[in-house]
């Protein structure tokens, strides 16, 4: 086993949630009399930190206001998401070879623990950590403590969008990256990291 510690993203890395999270951006765009996007025009697109991909979205806004209606949004179009094909079998594998999991997730603490325990995955990580809002912040800090307080023999961060490679940069830790998520694969494809498009090069490349 390559790496005795995973950090995983939650959004678009182990849950597929991206048409849950374009339906939630139409309704923002509708509500404020703006043209809908589609797929492959917001994975394309999308930009992180998200105040800037509001921005080209919608010019001057209310960041809060925005997050709040997408969590509105998000919970309406909820029932479009579901985890990633193979995420069980992979958590397993990945457990089974000795790999301590934790997730990392930018998304709201207490409604993280809700989707995840509805998935029946929760006994698979040490510790599941959300932010305290939700306004979409950094996850560094979070990771860089449960690091702290887990000492890692090699660890990685798994994701699928620039911000996560950026966060196993600040935290000094691998990445791998997944194509399958909120971010096209070509932005992914430059940071000089790997890029799996499926949870089987997951496995494979933190086997090896």
Known sequence: MKYSHILWDWNGTLLNDVDCAVASVN??????????????????????PLEV????????????????????????HFESAQLSA????TLETLRAAGARQFIVSAFEQTRLLQYVRRFSIAQYFEQISGA?????GSKSDRARQILENNPAHNA???GDTVSDYQTAQEIGCDCILYSGGHQHRKSLLNLGCPVA??????VALCMK
């Open 27 to 48: 309704d923002i765009l509708v509500q404020n009399g703006l043209p809908a996007t589609d797929f492959d025009t917001y994975v394309q697109t999308m930009e992180y």
């Open 53 to 76: 991909y509001y921005r080209k979205l919608m010019g001057d806004y209310d960041y809060r206001a925005v997050m709040e209606q997408f969590q509105q949004g998000y919970a309406a």
């Open 86 to 89: 193979g995420v069980q079998e």
């Open 132 to 136: 305290n809002d939700i306004l979409v």
């Open 156 to 158: 990685v961060f798994i």
């Open 197 to 202: 498009e499926n949870m089987k090069q997951i």
